[in-house]
């Protein structure tokens, strides 16, 4: 079974930055694209980034383009989020997941696997 762990989260005030990391074990394949996605206490999860198997085309949610940044490295199978001027609407739980084909997308479906999250909270 492929796992998936986030890490990285933490306390931070408006205004700064955190970067999370996802690390895949198990039988994992690089030629996937990957995803965030994050749930705020009593609000559905929402999709926040995704790129593609090669890098090349990336998504990102309107309420974090220009702030957030996803990278990955298939050498080491994992996947980054750098996170900037971060704002208390930011807070939730962020979730790592692997999708069902290499190209990036939104659609929560198309993701198969998923970590457990990592807790992000952003005081005003």
């Known amino acids: 079974q492929v796992q998936l762990v986030e890490s990285g989260g933490g306390l931070v005030q408006a205004g700064g930055s955190l970067r999370l990391s996802c690390a895949a074990s198990g039988r994992f394949f690089s030629s996937y694209a990957m995803g965030w996605f994050r749930q705020a206490p009593g609000k559905a999860r929402e999709f926040v980034a995704s790129?593609?198997?090669?890098?090349?085309?990336?998504s990102y949610a309107d309420s974090v383009r220009g702030r957030f940044t996803i990278s990955r490295d298939n050498g080491k199978n994992t996947v980054d989020l750098q996170m900037n001027s971060l704002k208390p609407e930011d807070t939730g739980v962020y979730y790592c997941?692997?999708?069902?084909?290499?190209?990036?997308?939104?659609?929560?479906?198309?993701?198969?696997?998923w970590g457990q999250g990592t807790q992000v909270t952003v005081s005003s």
């Open positions: 790129i593609s198997w090669h890098a090349r085309r990336t």
């Open positions: 997941a692997r999708r069902r084909m290499i190209d990036a997308g939104p659609d929560e479906l198309t993701y198969e696997y």
